[in-house]
């Protein structure tokens, strides 16, 4: 039975028009409390404003967040996706590294569904935890060396000839021991102290003296080194003291790379990475060791110096360095480097897929950190799990705005509602300023992998290139 208005009859109705589903108009005439819908009455005008809510939303991509960055949201906006609560159905979750460890846990965490993806591996630690990073590495590299592989091939001074890219580390307390015994091997040498689980410089000292080490110790009540204790652990590494300068100044370099899948492993690069400069000279002397502004790139401490630019923010682009180098190096010990740079971004990630839980429901993005000495090798300084958003210049924003516009249209195709059984292989035309950086599946596929285990002494790691064999052009790059 049809509601009458109290005068009698029908009431009079006014349309109501949407888009519901996926973009499906619909067209309503409401009266007071009554709603129809083309087929039925509904009495509740606010239930039914619910329910064609609901509809409008179906289809679009409802979105979380626990970092409130505006280039984040930003990007969602953009697409017309939905915000809601962590507690309701979400499709998309970007999340810190402390909420993706209760995601994942045992006893809080929760299966997730075919159209939920996150931002974040489960053990992603495993690659960005300063201390399992080094550990992974070397455990992959005696791997390789068992296999008789030519890529752990050593030269006479027993160093490793394409996989030594990260300095020389030890882990404290555990290591200790073996710490005091490399020390002794060169006395003056300095190095550099950084907690494991912490990010932006906070908690790093250089120090050149064991004494210096032995007053840590006690200032942070470790009553031995011999057994494993309870403080925070620490990495000692040995600092790069002979960095390549620009105007004086020390810098590290920031590069992006996408993970979106670690079995098979696939990577890509984003090709807008930047330089963080020092805003004070380096000099190697002793008496400049506790002056992080000479030592650390990090922005979170450079911003409080004194020479600090807030225009440009310390910051030049991946292309200016290449372009610098260029100019006073020469284009082709330029290219190597950069050759070198991607070798070992893909060589660490190697390194830890096969300890990754390469859940289906996850993607990252990692910041690496390198830094270049003055005779141009690449060292791998650390890997970050969640790299800043945050802005320090109009440059800086504009171009995080883009980093997580292009991983987004790789992540999650075409804005629609995820589906994590996809194959994971995006077309390359919506790649925007990421470049595949590797691709297991065809490197397989094209034998590069093969044609480097079965010719030793071929010329490997970044150096590539192409060779001839049999009349044919082989390929012999890590590509």
């Known amino acids: 039975m049809l509601p009458v208005s109290p005068g009698g009859g029908l009431p009079r109705l006014r349309p109501l028009r949407g888009v519901c589903g996926a973009g499906v108009r619909v067209e309503a005439r409401t009266s007071g409390g009554f709603l129809w819908d083309g087929g039925s009455w509904l009495w509740k005008f606010q239930s039914s404003a619910k329910l064609i809510s609901s509809r409008i939303m179906a289809g679009k991509v409802k979105w979380v967040t626990d970092i409130e960055k505006s280039v984040l949201i930003n990007n969602f906006e953009k697409r017309g996706w939905v915000q809601v609560t ?17 995601v994942f846990s045992v006893e809080t965490g929760y299966r997730l ?74 006395p003056s040498s300095t190095w550099i102290m950084k907690p494991c ?42 600092y790069i003291n002979n960095p390549l300068l620009i105007g004086g100044r020390k810098f590290d370099l920031r590069l992006y790379v996408l993970v979106s899948t670690y079995r098979p492993l696939r990577c890509y690069m984003y090709k807008l990475g930047f330089c ?48 610098y180098l260029e100019s006073t190096r020469g284009k082709e010990v330029t290219s190597k480097l950069f050759d070198e740079i991607h070798w070992i971004i893909v060589q660490s990630l190697k390194a830890v897929a096969p300890v990754m839980n390469n859940d289906k429901h996850c ?88 044609e480097l285990r079965s010719r030793p002494g071929q010329s490997l790691g970044p150096k590539g290139g192409r060779s001839r064999d049999s009349g044919r052009t082989v390929l012999t790059t890590w590509k």
């Open 113 to 186: 569904s075919d159209d939920q993806i996150v931002n974040h591996f489960p053990n992603h630690y495993e690659l960005t935890r300063k201390d399992l990073m080094v550990k992974n590495i070397k455990r992959y590299r005696k791997e390789l060396e068992k296999e008789g592989s030519p890529l752990a091939e050593k030269d006479e001074n027993g160093k490793y000839l394409y996989l030594d890219f990260v300095p020389v580390t030890y882990m404290l307390p555990a290591d200790y021991n073996l710490f005091v015994e490399e020390f002794r091997k060169s």
């Open 86 to 102: 962590e507690n309701e159905d979400w499709n998309f979750y970007w999340m810190s590294v402390q909420t993706i460890r209760n």
């Open 363 to 450: 993607f990252e993005c990692y910041g690496y950190d390198i830094i270049i000495d003055d005779k141009l090798k690449p060292w791998l300084i650390e890997v970050n799990a969640s790299p800043s958003l945050t802005s320090s210049t109009a440059n800086d924003r504009i171009l995080k705005y883009n980093l997580i516009n292009d991983t987004l249209n790789i992540a999650v195709p075409n804005g629609e509602i995820p589906d994590c059984k996809w194959n994971k292989s995006p077309p390359k035309e919506v790649l925007g300023n990421y470049e595949i950086l590797y691709d297991e599946e065809l490197a397989q596929g094209d034998g590069a992998d093969r």
């Open 197 to 238: 689980g912490k990010a932006q410089g906070k908690g790093i000292f250089l120090i050149n003296k064991l004494s210096q080490i032995k007053k840590w110790s006690r200032d942070s009540k470790t009553s031995s080194f011999v057994s494993q204790s309870t403080k925070e652990a620490y990495v000692i590494s040995l």
């Open 276 to 323: 963080r400069f020092c805003t004070v000279k380096y000099t190697p002397s002793t008496s400049e060791l506790d002056n992080m502004f000479v030592h650390l790139t990090n922005v979170a401490i450079q911003k409080h110096g004194e020479d600090y630019n807030h225009i440009h923010g310390g910051k030049w682009t991946v292309n200016n360095l290449r372009l």
